[in-house]
């Protein structure tokens, strides 16, 4: 009863176990779904039996019209929870947008606190952009708000403060193992 969705290939950032620096060919417009594809695609796995959906990416909230989908997935009858993966950096402008959408929940990526580090990883990012997008979350009822590392033996992180987290706002830590993909210049350093 649960779907995934993944709705761009890109993303505002560079993480060094997911994209090359310089990015990745994204796909023509012509070669994806327009949203009112993904909408009408979501209504047929409703009538079978879909109730659960979950927006991913890339990153999603980069994708043009990701509100009025979240909008259109809400109203659509059988759906009974929509959940979002991001990195959190677009949440604070878009968080209550979603939520009156009918967006519920969200996952939230976040592989450090040490703003050095999260920039070494990230390439593009700053860690108080993703805190924000944690804030924002919980600023407008997302429930669960669930953080989810990426673990990288070699990138020494600091595991036990990001668990602390948890401690700090109510939300869910979970640790994810890294699964080298990809070649070399994709894998974490």
Do not use: W
Not at 102 to 126: C, E, H, K, M, Y
């Amino acid at each position: 009863d649960y779907l995934r969705i993944s709705l761009t290939d890109r993303c505002n950032l560079r993480c060094i176990y997911c994209m090359p620096e310089e990015g990745v060919p994204f796909r023509s417009h012509e070669s994806i779904l327009r949203i009112e594809e993904i909408a009408d695609f979501t209504r047929r796995a409703a009538q079978a039996g879909i109730r659960r959906v979950r927006l991913t990416g890339g990153e999603p909230l980069v994708r043009k019209g990701v509100v009025d989908l979240v909008r259109e997935i809400a109203a659509t009858p059988g759906i009974e929870d929509i959940s979002l993966t991001t990195n959190g950096i677009l949440l604070p402008k878009m968080a209550a947008d979603l939520k009156d959408a009918g967006l519920t929940r969200v996952n939230i990526s976040l592989d450090t606190l040490d703003p050095a580090r999260f920039s070494q990883i990230t390439r593009l990012g700053r860690v108080e952009q993703a805190l924000a997008g944690i804030d924002a979350a919980l600023e407008y009822g997302f429930t669960p708000v669930k953080v989810n590392t990426v673990v990288v033996r070699r990138m020494d992180q600091d595991v036990l403060d990001l668990a602390r987290l948890s401690v700090d706002r109510p939300v869910h830590v979970r640790f994810i193992e890294y699964m080298p993909i990809g070649d070399d210049e994709t894998r974490a350093k």
